[in-house]
T-cell receptor, first 111, second 112 residues
Framework: AQKITQTQPGMFVQEKEAVTLDCTYDTSDPSYGLFWYKQPSSGEMIFLIYQGSYDQQNATEGRYSLNFQKARKSANLVISASQLGDSAMYFCEYGNNRLAFGKGNQVVVIP | DAGVIQSPRHEVTEMGQEVTLRCKPISGHDYLFWYRQTMMRGLELLIYFNNNVPIDDSGMPEDRFSAKMPNASFSTLKIQPSEPRDSAVYFC??????????FGPGTRLTVL
């Protein structure tokens, strides 16, 4: 079974600074996708960014970018220019025929 | 589109009662997922459907849980009988192919 690991404890980030959230996974599948979701305190799950395992370039979506290192099996999320509204839990998901979510990273942005 | 719709948003029930959670996926999506989220266990995939057919139900905790998808626009997750340890937020999500999942607002279930 695929295993997703997000081990960082809760993080405090200064507004306007960048933050990197770690995600590693364990798989033998040749093809898969990696997703990041944001869950603010209100509870909804919001899709942020997607990386395909065969994509040549790292995915970017506005202030979100993925540092994808296939050989290391890591897909770290980078949030640039943090805003107060970025305070939330962030989940990494592995997607293929089996799906797996990490335990999440808590981010608190402080002014 | 209105997004994934779940009802009820909150449910409080007593142990032993039957609970039915409902989900309407985004129109045109062919995958539907049911998740459970707790502080202790995080986000767990319970079951998912493709074209109304259950594909993987290995995450369903036990026989007390059942899920159906009678048509492309409706799914239910039923717990009978409910127990206090079933208290959690239950999310429904849908996707087009094995692409980005769009989550509903969740149902917060409390079993007393």
């Amino acid at each position: 079974a695929q295993k997703i690991t997000q081990t960082q404890p809760g993080m405090f980030v200064q507004e306007k600074e960048a933050v990197t959230l770690d995600c590693t996974y364990d798989t033998s599948d040749p093809s898969y996708g990696l997703f990041w979701y944001k869950q603010p305190s209100s509870g909804e799950m919001i899709f942020l960014i997607y990386q395909g395992s065969y994509d040549q370039q790292n995915a970017t979506e506005g202030r979100y970018s993925l540092n994808f290192q296939k050989a290391r099996k890591s897909a770290n999320l980078v949030i640039s220019a943090s805003q107060l509204g970025d305070s939330a839990m962030y989940f990494c998901e592995y997607g293929n025929n089996r799906l797996a979510f990490g335990k999440g990273n808590q981010v608190v942005v402080i002014p | 589109d209105a997004g994934v719709i779940q009802s009820p948003r909150h449910e409080v029930t007593e142990m032993g009662q039957e609970v039915t959670l409902r989900c309407k996926p985004i129109s045109g999506h062919d995958y539907l997922f049911w998740y459970r989220q707790t502080m202790m266990r995080g986000l767990e995939l319970l079951i998912y459907f493709n074209n109304n057919v259950p594909i993987d139900d290995s995450g369903m905790p036990e026989d007390r849980f059942s899920a159906k998808m009678p048509n492309a626009s409706f799914s239910t997750l039923k717990i009978q009988p409910s127990e206090p340890r079933d208290s959690a937020v239950y999310f429904c999500a849908s996707s087009q192919g094995q692409d980005t999942q769009y989550f509903g607002p969740g149902t917060r279930l409390t079993v007393l």
